[in-house]
C-alpha cells in the first residue's frame, strides 16, 4: 500500500538567510522554493497527510498561503520559532489544522518543532526539526527522529521510512 503519512520540518520557503545559515545547496530562495515543492508533489498525493513540525514560511501571509495551495496533501501545521502568524491566520492559507504546541500522533509517536526530552523508560518516540544539520544531533535513534529538510533530501519522508529508522537504531542499540 503507499504511504499516506509524510514529515518534513523547517521549510523555511521565501527565508534568504537560511541559505547560507544552513549551508542549503540553491543559488537563490526561488530556486529553493520551487525544488521544495517539486520534490514534495512529487512525493504527495491530494489525499495524503503532512505533517509540517514547523518554520515553514518566511513570507507574508499572502504568498505563505500561495505556496500553501501548491502543495499536495492535507497539511497540518505544528508551529515553530518562525511561524509567527496566528494559527487562524495559517488556517486561512490552507492548513487543515495548526497547532502551537506538540502533539501526540497514534499513541506513540510525538511530533514537535523543538526537540523535546525523551528518555529510555518513557513510552514514546518524538519526531522533530527546528535543528536543521547541527552535528549535536543524530537524525535518528531509538527514540527519536530529525524531519529537518537538510536531513530529509528536501522532500517530505514517509511516516513508515521514519518508522523503520527508529527500529533499527533500537536494534543498533542492543
Known sequence: MPETTYLIA????????????E???FQSVEEMDEAIIRNWNSTVREEDTVFVL???SAYAL???????????????LIMGNHDTASASDYLACGF????RYPIIYDNF????????????NMPYANI???????PMYRTDSPQSFCACVERIGYTPIGFSEVRKRIMDACRSAE
Open 54 to 56: 514547523g518554520d515553514f
Open 10 to 21: 523547517d521549510t523555511h520557503f521565501g527565508d534568504a538567510a537560511i541559505l547560507r545559515y
Open 109 to 120: 509517536w510525538m511530533l514537535s518543532h523543538e526537540p523535546l526530552y525523551i528518555n529510555r
Open 128 to 134: 522533530f526539526g527546528h535543528v536543521h544539520d547541527n
Open 96 to 99: 487543515a489544522h495548526v497547532s
Open 62 to 76: 499572502q504568498k505563505t498561503a500561495d505556496i500553501c495551495k501548491r502543495l499536495n496533501g492535507h497539511k497540518y
Open 23 to 25: 549551508n542549503r545547496p
